[in-house]
Nanobody, 121 residues
């Protein structure tokens, strides 16, 4: 089974920083795109940032210049460095990975359980 586990969420004041980590475990042939999504109460889940295996990144306009996504392919890990946090960043953050199993060309996707990020005024 493939499992995604996030860590690093917590409570921080406005202007502070948090570093979210997500590690993918299981029998995987390779991971293509990894990303972070978030969902605030009463709002739809939205993409925050994504990164391909080769390092191409994409950010939501609301977080660009403040957040940085990176990955460690050897560890099957994706990182979201969150700086200059604002109260509107408060949400549950979910890790996502698109991958394929060994000897398979079938694209698959998996989600983490989510980690709470709360930014206080």
């Amino acid at each position: 089974q493939v499992q995604l586990v996030e860590s690093g969420g917590g409570l921080v004041q406005t202007g502070g920083s948090l570093r979210l980590s997500c590690t993918v475990s299981g029998h995987i042939g390779g991971i293509t795109t990894m990303g972070w999504y978030r969902q605030a109460p009463g709002k739809q889940r939205e993409i925050v940032a994504a990164i391909t295996r080769t390092g191409t990144t994409n950010y939501a306009d609301s977080v660009k210049a403040r957040f940085t996504i990176s990955r460690d392919n050897a560890k099957n890990m994706v990182i979201l460095q969150m700086n200059s946090l604002k109260p509107e960043d408060t949400a549950v953050y979910f890790c996502n990975a698109d991958y394929y199993r060994q000897f398979s060309a079938e694209p698959l996707t998996s989600w983490g359980q989510g980690t709470q990020v709360t930014v206080s005024s």
